[in-house]
């Protein structure tokens, strides 16, 4: 059985706003996962719809961005300061930056 | 010519109010129950967190302890800020649909509802320009920052314009990540914002701010502010937000 880790990176989107992202992971896959930062996101309520929705989502950037493209789609949400991708991105820098120190 | 309400509804001691009311009137607003509205209010001493911010990870909380600087959440998206006497806070709710902001488009709101700040600013002569995303700036140090949302059947637009605020605060209270600052090639908070004391070389009082961007907004909008009151449905609405939301430890810092 693999064991916990916890994950966190600081993101700042090209030209926009910053995604902080700190998680935990178990086997490879996303157990659970807090974004914070002064991005726009709206409707603002949307973010922990997001956040539960990638539980237990494979911590890889072909399941994670089909993943949070659904999300966009399927909630209609608008982001400001950043994009779509850049979640994705902010998720992948945690599991390459390694344990939080 | 269109009329708007003007509010001057402020609890410069109670943030928590303050932040109450702040969501009372869009939400008046959206529901028909209030006209389109602009607030102006002041905050003492305090940190206003974005609504998708970490307390914990934006907060010095050991400063604030030491500045007596009180911790808040907004509604709305977007960075920390620093309140203080010296800081203007402005406020537009409009009805959604409303010509000025037809468009469903958060970037289109900051730039149209920012003009107004703009306009006064400069009425005050303050070289202010709209920075996109949700800045205004002077020679590239910003003296104003926005954050809005739509919400509630309302487009809404506040900011804090920086009239004569203690920098040095601002740069001990806040946790400026070094990332936000590399990107901006500027060592500090203090010397990536101004005030406008600070640009026009004399001390200004935040009353002749509030009134320049009355002027501003009613030229820039082609629209008349009158003088108003909250309804009794408003400090209602704001009363049980109190209770129920903004005084809440749960709410300000549990993010």
């Known amino acids: 059985m693999s064991g916990v880790t916890l994950l966190s990176a600081d993101y700042k989107a090209p030209g926009g706003k910053l995604l902080r992202v700190r998680l935990r992971e178990t086997g490879d896959r996303i157990d659970s996962v807090k974004i914070s930062g002064d991005f726009f996101l709206i409707p603002e309520d949307s973010l922990p719809k997001l956040e539960k929705m990638l539980e237990d989502v494979p911590l890889k950037e072909k399941e994670l961005k089909l993943l949070v493209d659904r999300f966009f789609r399927g909630t209609s949400a608008q982001a400001l300061g950043v994009a779509p991708d850049d979640f994705v991105k902010a998720i992948l820098a945690a599991k390459s930056g390694g344990p939080e120190c | 010519m269109e009329t708007w309400r003007l509010v001057d509804v402020e609890y410069r001691d109670d943030p928590f109010m303050n932040m109450s009311v ?32 970490s307390a914990a990870l934006e907060v010095n909380f050991d400063a604030c302890k030491e500045t007596g600087t009180t911790v808040v959440r907004r509604f709305t998206g977007g960075g920390a800020v620093y309140h203080d006497a010296g800081n203007l806070n402005y406020a537009i709710s409009l009805k959604r649909g409303h010509l000025l902001v037809p468009d469903a488009d958060l970037q289109s709101v900051f730039k149209k ?4 700040a703009v306009e006064g600013l400069r009425g005050l002569g303050v070289k202010a320009e709209f920075q996109p995303i949700n800045d205004i700036q002077v020679e590239g140090k910003k003296v104003s920052g926005a954050a809005g949302s739509i919400r509630w059947g309302t487009v809404f637009h506040h900011g804090c314009i920086l009239v004569a605020s203690d920098l040095a605060i601002l740069g001990r209270v806040l946790n400026v990540p070094h990332l936000k600052l590399a990107d901006r090639h500027v060592a500090s908070v203090q010397k990536r914002v101004t005030t406008v004391r600070d640009e026009l070389g004399k001390d200004v009082a935040t009353r002749d701010v509030r009134d320049g961007i009355v ?24 009363k049980e937000l109190y209770d129920t939301k903004y005084s809440k430890s749960t709410w300000n810092l549990e993010k």
Not at chain 2, 32 to 46: E, L, Q, Y
């Open chain 2, 215 to 238: 002027r501003g907004i009613e030229n820039s909008y082609n629209v008349r502010l009158e003088d108003g009151a909250l309804t009794r449905s408003e400090l209602s609405t704001a």
């Open chain 2, 113 to 116: 509802l920012s003009e107004g």
């Open chain 2, 22 to 53: 702040e969501e009372a009137i869009p939400r008046a607003v959206g529901e028909g129950k209030a006209p389109n509205t602009v607030r102006f209010w002041h905050n003492s001493n305090t940190i206003v967190l974005g609504c998708f911010q």
